[in-house]
């Protein structure tokens, strides 16, 4: 690999930071999510209620720990920390005009602390943490007032930080909306619930392009603050198999990966696709899109595509379900693929599918990639001596390290740095989970909240402590 190469780990604000109403933070999306499992979703509430359990308030505490957490991340010698600025720390209802001093002093130190230690901040500027103001009053990015506010936080952190910050990403996982069988997506990414008289896939193409737009702006205004900045998009990104080599189950991945190239299309190439336009007139979808947009999207084209990769889906023509699962991304005709084994929240193993999303992503776009999400979530259990036998875990980014190494050394593909996910245990997002742990140091939490928060280093963190010091020679 590359001398410069970022090795790294990944993390959200509001996954791990906590302190949700503290150092004058207002409430999020996020801040409204239930607890759930893997079989019961989580709930978005109208308000906070008190007789419900957000695991997301408290999290694990970075807020009020961060030195000592940079401090393992330096111990394994992290290159990179890839995590978010939380908009309501900076804006706390998301339409004020002056930002929040002391949010941004917050993050002046950690982006410090992590910069004395070697390690560069990657940012994502929105990780699912709309204002809860914007969505209830505003109705979220289903109007275009939100893209001036967005841009407003956009333009204040890029300001702030900008020689502290380098690499930046707009929207995390944007295309997961794509998704509208699940309301918990349209309402994470977007502050959108979606209403009795409104066609889903029409409103989140809406938004889609509202965000589209605000992403654009943020790449313009960004290059005018600091021409070195370097602004990416972040998809998440699943690729979708044939079941066979049957012409039909051929065309049906041909099409379902429109769901996953969409949104990059248009921020790498600053135009609809032409699949796009004829479903728009297909379907009678009236988005409204401007002379003015069409200009704008054209001219905040981004640098770099960042992407998460987890899973690959299969899909089969004459197979239909009813999914809304995060697995299937809502792909009515994913079956499981006799190929790969599955974690135990079902999601397919499958390392050889990041070299080859790599190579799909590199080859259409050529733009440098960066993996900023990749990981394993099972079942820790700490042992009597504070030991985490992680075994199952090094195995699963092992062989997915080595695809990633063979799309670099052997295909030629530009790759920025490699960031797993959940570097630390965090609240998981899909089901707020504690127990679904991606991290390789182990915080002493558990799903009802209790536990001391402690941390334990896994094998898993010596493990990659080594790969890191060989850059990526000894996995």
């Known amino acids: 690999m590359k001398t410069d190469f970022l090795w790294g780990g990944a993390l959200a604000a509001h ?71 939380a908009w309501t720390r900076i804006f706390p209802n998301g339409d004020e005009e002056v930002p929040n001093e002391e949010g941004l002093a917050f993050y002046d130190e950690v982006f410090d602390e992590l910069l004395k230690n070697n390690i560069e901040p990657v940012i994502t500027l929105s990780h699912f943490e709309m204002p809860l103001h914007l969505a209830n009053e505003y109705g979220g990015f289903r109007n275009k007032k939100v893209i001036d506010y967005f841009l407003r936080f956009a333009k204040v952190v890029l300001k702030r930080y900008q020689d502290k910050v380098k690499f930046w990403m707009t929207f995390n996982e944007i295309n997961n909306q794509m998704n509208t069988n699940n309301p918990l997506f349209l309402w994470t990414n977007s502050g959108v619930k979606v209403q009795d008289d409104e066609h889903p896939k029409e409103l989140m193409y809406q938004v889609a392009h509202n965000e589209l737009v605000a992403s654009a702006k943020v790449v313009i205004e960004a290059k005018k603050i600091n021409p070195a900045l370097q602004i990416g998009c972040m998809l998440a990104f699943v690729p979708v198999y044939p079941y066979s080599s049957n012409p039909n189950d051929v065309m049906a991945a041909e099409e379902y990966l429109r769901q996953r190239f969409f949104f990059g299309d248009i921020h790498v190439r600053g135009e609809y696709p032409s699949y796009a336009l004829k479903e728009f007139d297909r379907e009678g979808y009236k988005i409204e899109i401007t002379e003015e947009e069409k200009t704008i999207l054209k001219e905040g084209t981004v640098d770099f595509v960042g992407f998460s990769y987890y899973m690959s889906t299969t899909v089969k023509s004459n197979h239909s379900n009813e999914s809304d699962d995060v697995v299937s991304g809502g792909i009515s005709q994913s079956i499981d693929n006799p190929f790969i084994k599955s974690s135990d929240w079902g999601w397919g193993i499958d390392p050889v599918g990041l070299r080859y999303s790599l190579n799909l992503l590199y080859n259409r776009y050529q733009l440098p990639l960066f993996i900023v999400e990749n990981g394993f979530g099972q079942v820790d259990e700490l042992t009597e001596d504070k030991k985490i036998h992680d075994s199952d875990r090094i195995s699963y980014l092992r062989d997915h390290i080595i695809e990633m190494k063979k799309a670099v050394e052997y295909d030629g593909v530009d790759l920025i740095g490699y960031t797993p996910w959940g570097i630390i245990d965090l609240v998981s997002f899909t089901t707020g989970e504690m127990k679904k742990r991606y991290g390789m140091i182990y915080v002493d939490r558990h799903n009802d909240g209790s536990g001391s928060l402690n941390r334990y280093r896994k094998d898993s963190f010596i493990w990659y402590k080594n790969v890191i010091a060989s850059n990526g020679k000894e996995v």
Request: hydrophobic fraction near 30%; include cysteine; charged fraction near 25%.
């Open 15 to 85: 996954q791990f930071e906590g302190g949700w109403n503290t150092g004058g933070k207002g409430p999020s999306v996020i801040d409204v999510l239930t607890a759930g499992t893997h079989s019961t979703p989580r709930k978005i509430t109208d308000t906070i209620e008190p007789n419900e359990f957000y695991p997301n308030h408290e999290a694990i505490d970075f807020y009020h720990r961060f030195k000592d957490d940079i401090s393992l991340f330096a111990e394994m010698g992290l290159k990179c920390l890839r995590t978010s600025i």
